[in-house]
């Protein structure tokens, strides 16, 4: 709706103002959030196709807002970044998931999103040597999750902060691949370990065979240029089947877990074991 453009706005003051301030009234929310304790990070298994085990848990924040109670991240992430809190906020999430991987068994791996707006703030390669070195997880169990809209940007700068963090050890996987506009280009151009198809070539991977066409020929691709396929937004079983059966090297969604708080991982992991 922002997109609508300025001028429109121009005949509902009343509307528009409204909205300003309650735009006004989450910002302010978000800078004490921090200090008031009101984010959580919750984690959402991937797991093996082939041997059913969680390989790595995903990192999702969660915002406990006091009169609102949870927002989503889809919304308070954009107004993050607009209001230039991301660089606090996504340091706040690396050093808590690191901390909190720790605390599992050491085959498994931690994934973390990163806003593109952390490539530009700040010196995130020090900032993720930093979560690394305090909560003693080793670089190898750490993977970076990015989207192309980072890609779109700055390309040198963000090629040589990627090629850094790959020579500490750490993954990056390409995030929500086929939804942009130009992903085979950056495959060739970025260092990715894992491209994670996106949930929307997932759910109707069933009912079409156009996706699940496209979904063979990502996985082709990854073998190729010898890159990790996962796919997100696994609901159903049909789904799990058709893409063990094409080859999927690795699964995450609501059929194995909704994210979790990290008090429920052994849980989880439990529960996985014996499914
Ligand atoms: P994403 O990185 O693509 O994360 C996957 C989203 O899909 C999560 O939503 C997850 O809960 C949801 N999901 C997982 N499995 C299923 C499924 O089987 N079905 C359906 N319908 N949904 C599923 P969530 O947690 O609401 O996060 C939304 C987006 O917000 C994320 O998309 C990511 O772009 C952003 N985000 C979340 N946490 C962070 C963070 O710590 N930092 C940054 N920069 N962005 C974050
Ligand atoms: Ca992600
Ligand atoms: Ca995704
Ligand atoms: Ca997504």
Redesign the pocket.
């Known amino acids: 709706a922002k997109a609508a453009g300025r001028g429109i706005y121009r005949f509902f003051e009343p509307e528009m103002s409204a909205r300003v301030q309650a735009r006004r009234r989450m910002e302010l929310g978000l800078r004490s959030a921090i200090a008031n304790e009101q984010f959580a ?2 984690y ?1 298994p991937i797991v093996n196709a082939k041997t059913g085990a969680v390989v790595a848990f ?5 915002w406990y807002h006091p009169e609102r109670g949870l927002v ?3 919304e308070f ?1 954009p107004l ?2 607009e209001a230039g809190l ?1 660089p606090e ?2 340091l706040w ?1 690396l050093k808590r ?1 690191c901390r909190d991987a720790t605390a599992w068994p050491t085959g498994i791996r931690v994934a ?4 593109p707006l ?1 490539f530009q703030y700040r010196n995130l390669v020090g900032d993720v040597e930093g979560a690394l070195r305090q909560s003693g997880l080793c670089a190898t169990r750490l993977d970076l ?1 990015i ?1 192309e809209s980072l890609l779109l940007q700055n390309s040198e700068v963000t090629l040589s902060i990627l090629h850094d963090l790959k020579a500490l050890g750490i993954s990056i996987s390409m ?2 691949f086929g939804t942009g506009y130009s992903s085979l280009s950056y495959l060739r151009r970025f260092p990715f370990d894992k491209i ?1 198809i ?2 929307s070539f ?2 109707d991977i069933g009912e079409t065979s156009e996706s699940l066409a496209i979904v063979k020929a990502i996985i082709r691709l990854g073998e190729a240029l010898k890159m990790n396929i996962v796919a ?4 159903t079983i049909e789904q799990k089947s058709l893409l063990c059966r094409v080859g999927c090297q690795e699964l ?5 877990s ?2 979790q708080p990290a008090d429920s991982i052994e849980a989880v992991l439990q529960r996985i074991s014996f499914d």
């Open positions: 990070v919750h959402q995903e990192a999702l924040i969660r989503p991240p889809a992430i993050a970044e991301i906020i996504g999430i998931a973390i999103n990163l806003s952390q999750e989207t995030d929500d994670k996106d949930r997932i759910s997100e937004g696994v609901e995450q969604g609501y059929l194995f909704r994210p």
